[in-house]
Nanobody, 121 residues
Framework: QVQLVESGGGLVQPGGSLRLSCAASGSMFRLTTMRWYRQAPGKERELVASITSGGSTNYADSVKGRFTCSRDNAKNTAYLQMNILKPEDTAVYYC???????????????WGQGTQVTVSS
């Protein structure tokens, strides 16, 4: 009933920028905390950034000062602005969101399909 779709990934040179979007579609739901994860080949999936419904953010140490997470609650969309990209940022980036469905008490966690970010010369 709720689907998350990431977009904005691609190939970029070191030092470049990309902006990822995560749009939630469906009806009868409310998004609370939204998160961005990434997973590089052979590595565990790691939490990159999170943002609460009130706009409070947290970032992994590796991206602090370079990445900015934001959201537009009216559009049910989260964004990840990635600046000064490094080769080690190369990974599949996944959107994650806690979703509260109308008439339900407990939230559910939903994942997007992922979008590839490649930072290379």
């Amino acid at each position: 009933q709720v689907q998350l779709v990431e977009s904005g990934g691609g190939l970029v040179q070191p030092g470049g920028s990309l902006r990822l979007s995560c749009a939630a579609s469906g009806s009868m739901f409310r998004l609370t905390t939204m998160r961005w994860y990434r997973q590089a080949p052979g590595k565990e999936r790691e939490l990159v950034a999170s943002i609460t419904s009130g706009g409070s953010t947290n970032y992994a140490d590796s991206v602090k000062g370079r990445f900015t997470c934001s959201r537009d609650n009216a559009k049910n969309t989260a964004y990840l602005q990635m600046n000064i990209l490094k080769p080690e940022d190369t990974a599949v980036y996944y959107c994650n969101a806690d979703v509260l469905l109308t008439f339900y008490t407990n939230s559910q966690t939903h994942w997007g399909q992922g979008t590839q970010v490649t930072v290379s010369s």
